[in-house]
């Protein structure tokens, strides 16, 4: 089976920087992705990671160590709109549907 | 606009009535999988399909749900004699299988079960 986990709820400050880690047991691996979920809204694709190491993208990164089964999602400068939630996701093998952990549900404050 | 198109996006029923949600994958995608959230949970698989093909459905109830994706048309989710409990949204996201395996996400169709 698959098991994903990531904390419920963050609260950060506005300018900071927060980390939201993601653990994961699959019984196969092709990769993990990050989605950012505003309320209401649809999932958005953030980051894609593959190989172990980090992967910047602006004020977004992610890391990940296979060996570990685990993942972090970096956010640097918080701004106000970065109030979301912030959803892992892990892609087992072949058409393998990806399967999503409830998702961490941030809030940015002044 | 070439993204996910999802409709409606809002669906009120009684229950007992039947509710259907349509979605049309981004331009060159011909998989689509449908998942489900409940408020303050995260997305559920229900189905994974292909056109014309069902790839996966382990996620799906057994009973009152069904999904096709026919060879002209949009997917189509179906949910018969609908209970209070299918209240939730329904998300559709297609992919490329030449890609990184990234969905992308339509709006998704809210349901409401009165």
């Known amino acids: 089976g698959q098991n994903i986990d990531q904390p419920t709820e963050m609260t950060a400050t506005e300018g900071a920087i927060v980390q939201i880690n993601c653990t994961y047991q699959?019984?196969?691996?092709?990769?993990l992705f990050w989605y950012q979920q505003h309320a209401g809204e649809a999932p958005t694709f953030l980051s894609y990671?593959?190989?172990?190491g980090l992967e910047e993208k602006g004020r977004f990164s992610s890391f990940l160590s296979r060996s570990k089964g685990y993942s972090y999602l970096l956010l640097k400068e918080l701004q106000m709109k970065d109030s979301a939630s912030y959803l892992c996701a892990v892609g087992s093998s072949g058409n393998t549907p990806l399967v999503f952990g409830k998702g961490t549900r941030l809030s940015v404050i002044a | 606009n070439a993204g996910v198109m999802q409709n409606p996006r809002h669906l009120v029923r009684r229950r007992g009535q039947e509710a259907r949600l349509r979605c049309s994958p981004m331009?060159?995608?011909?998989?689509v999988y449908w998942y489900r959230q409940l408020p303050e949970e995260g997305l559920k698989f229900m189905v994974y399909?292909?056109?014309?093909?069902?790839?996966?459905e382990s996620g799906m109830p057994k009973e009152r749900f069904s999904a096709e994706f026919p060879k002209e048309g949009p997917s189509i989710l179906r949910i018969q004699q609908v209970v209070r409990g299918d209240s939730a949204a329904y998300f559709c996201a297609s992919f490329s299988p030449r890609g990184t395996g990234e969905l992308f996400f339509g709006e998704g169709s809210r349901l409401t079960v009165l």
């Open positions: 399909l292909q056109k014309e093909n069902i790839i996966d």
């Open positions: 699959t019984s196969g691996f092709n990769g």
């Open positions: 331009k060159g995608h011909s998989h």
């Open positions: 990671n593959v190989l172990d």
